[in-house]
Nanobody, 123 residues
Framework: QVQLVESGGGLMQAGGSLRLSCAASGLAFSSYTIGWFRQAPGKKREFVGGITASGNSTYYAGSVNGRFTISRDNAKNTVYLQMNSLKREDTAVYYC????????????????WGQGTQVTVSS
């Protein structure tokens, strides 16, 4: 049974930092691309960024580029999302998701999803 479990969310003031983790089990983790998505109330789920299976390539949405960094530790079956210079508009539930092959910005391209972790940024 595949499981993706996000952790590390919480309440942070604008300008602060948080690091989210996505721990995976039940799949050949080092063969999967991992994407991070977020969904704010009343909005569609949107792509935040992704990292290829090897970790050699990362991709980011324009809204977070330069502020967020994705990394992975395949020995620990874990992917990280380091979020710096947080803004109120970063408030959302953050999800990690797994797929084979290339990073894709469309949520429907991903096979497995975590349950999400809430990030709230206050001014």
């Amino acid at each position: 049974q595949v499981q993706l479990v996000e952790s590390g969310g919480g309440l942070m003031q604008a300008g602060g930092s948080l690091r989210l983790s996505c721990a995976a089990s039940g799949l050949a983790f080092s063969s999967y691309t991992i994407g991070w998505f977020r969904q704010a109330p009343g909005k569609k789920r949107e792509f935040v960024g992704g990292i290829t299976a090897s970790g050699n390539s990362t991709y980011y949405a324009g809204s977070v580029n330069g502020r967020f960094t994705i990394s992975r530790d395949n020995a620990k079956n874990t992917v990280y999302l380091q979020m710096n210079s947080l803004k109120r508009e970063d408030t959302a539930v953050y999800y990690c998701a797994a797929k084979g092959y290339e990073v894709n910005v469309m949520p429907g391209a991903y096979s497995y999803w975590g349950q999400g972790t809430q990030v709230t940024v206050s001014s």
